[in-house]
């Protein structure tokens, strides 16, 4: 009896279902804060636009919103009586619990509740047309990784990290995550990999390779790096993220080409 229990168990399979008005869901996670996932998100998302895609970008860190100081959005989303409406800026649909709290009100909620609010952003907010909703995760590998990957038709995920061991050891573990949940990694982003000073030369200010490193050892794909640059922290704290503000900069080029691959990788086969 102990044995058919057990089996029905291991077997169990969860009704995964793809985002209405979307057709590709692409997580960006690292289970690690501080590496600079949602500036990658945002900045991914501007990027697929730019190269002619239809795109949403949902912040699914509900402790911690970065979008709306992103994007610099202070609005609340309206209603159509069943559904949110999505926020459009910089031509992309926008999603985030910041849209409907005070900038500084913490997120005390237990685990049911963060369960049930990315429910509400995935099943019941009026997407439009999307080929692609980026999903900014949160840190960690708890209730809202879970939920995405057990309910939600997630056709990838990008991994980003920075390179120091300290970060990698958390990142590691969200890569045994995602495989026991069989939700296909796209690839490893070394983020802040480096700085090139005045004098021109090259600092490995968090270390060198852990990233790509760590995409060897797991078999993933290393899917490049971006360096140290103050612009894009500066055009991020300003709401007008680098590749839409300076698309001509040297770390845009790198996100367009990023979003290259992710368009060529998806809607071109």
Same mark, same amino acid.
């Given at each position: 009896? *102990?044995?058919? &229990?057990?089996?029905?168990?291991?077997?169990?399979?969860?009704?995964?279902?793809?985002?209405?008005?979307?057709?590709? #869901?692409?997580?960006?996670?690292?289970?690690?804060?501080?590496?600079?996932?949602?500036?990658?998100?945002?900045?991914?998302?501007?990027?697929?636009?730019? &190269?002619?895609?239809?795109?949403?970008?949902?912040?699914?860190?509900?402790?911690?919103?970065?979008?709306?100081?992103?994007?610099?959005?202070?609005?609340?989303?309206?209603? $159509?009586?069943? *559904?949110?409406?999505?926020?459009?800026?910089?031509?992309? +649909?926008?999603?985030?619990?910041?849209?409907?709290?005070?900038? +500084?009100?913490?997120?005390?909620?237990?685990?049911?509740?963060?369960?049930?609010?990315?429910? #509400?952003?995935?099943?019941?907010?009026?997407?439009? $047309?999307?080929?692609?909703? !980026? %999903?900014?995760?949160?840190?960690?590998?708890?209730? #809202?990784?879970?939920?995405?990957?057990?309910?939600? *038709?997630?056709?990838?995920?990008?991994?980003?990290?920075?390179?120091?061991?300290?970060?990698? +050891?958390?990142?590691?573990?969200? !890569?045994?995550?995602?495989?026991?949940?069989? %939700?296909? &990694?796209?690839?490893?982003?070394? *983020?802040?990999?480096?700085?090139?000073?005045?004098? @021109?030369?090259?600092?490995? !200010?968090?270390?060198?390779? @852990?990233?790509?490193? #760590?995409?060897?050892?797991?078999?993933?794909?290393?899917?490049?790096?971006?360096?140290?640059?103050?612009? %894009?922290?500066?055009?991020?704290?300003?709401?007008?993220?680098? %590749?839409?503000?300076?698309?001509?900069?040297?770390?845009?080029?790198?996100?367009?080409?990023?979003?290259?691959?992710?368009?060529?990788?998806?809607?071109?086969?």
């Amino acid at each position: 009896m *102990n044995d058919t &229990i057990k089996a029905k168990k291991e077997t169990k399979s969860f009704k995964k279902n793809p985002i209405p008005g979307t057709k590709f #869901t692409i997580a960006v996670s690292s289970a690690k804060g501080g590496v600079g996932k949602s500036t990658f998100a945002t900045n991914l998302a501007l990027a697929l636009k730019k &190269i002619g895609c239809k795109v949403g970008l949902l912040d699914a860190d509900i402790y911690g919103p970065s979008l709306p100081k992103l994007f610099s959005i202070n609005e609340k989303p309206q209603s $159509d009586g069943q *559904n949110l409406i999505p926020i459009k800026k910089y031509d992309i +649909q926008c999603m985030s619990i910041g849209f409907l709290t005070e900038e +500084q009100t913490p997120m005390i909620w237990r685990g049911p509740m963060v369960t049930s609010a990315i429910k #509400t952003f995935t099943q019941k907010v009026k997407w439009k $047309d999307l080929d692609f909703i !980026i %999903v900014d995760m949160p840190p960690g590998t708890g209730d #809202t990784q879970l939920t995405f990957a057990q309910e939600i *038709n997630m056709d990838g995920v990008i991994i980003v990290s920075t390179p120091q061991e300290i970060a990698l +050891q958390d990142v590691k573990r969200g !890569i045994r995550m995602f495989d026991k949940l069989k %939700v296909k &990694i796209i690839g490893l982003i070394d *983020n802040m990999s480096h700085f090139v000073g005045d004098d @021109g030369k090259k600092y490995e !200010i968090f270390g060198e390779g @852990g990233v790509k490193r #760590t995409a060897k050892e797991f078999q993933k794909e290393f899917l490049g790096l971006i360096p140290i640059d103050p612009e %894009v922290g500066k055009q991020g704290d300003l709401g007008w993220p680098i %590749v839409e503000s300076k698309p001509e900069h040297k770390i845009s080029k790198i996100y367009l080409d990023f979003a290259k691959k992710i368009k060529s990788d998806y809607l071109l086969n």
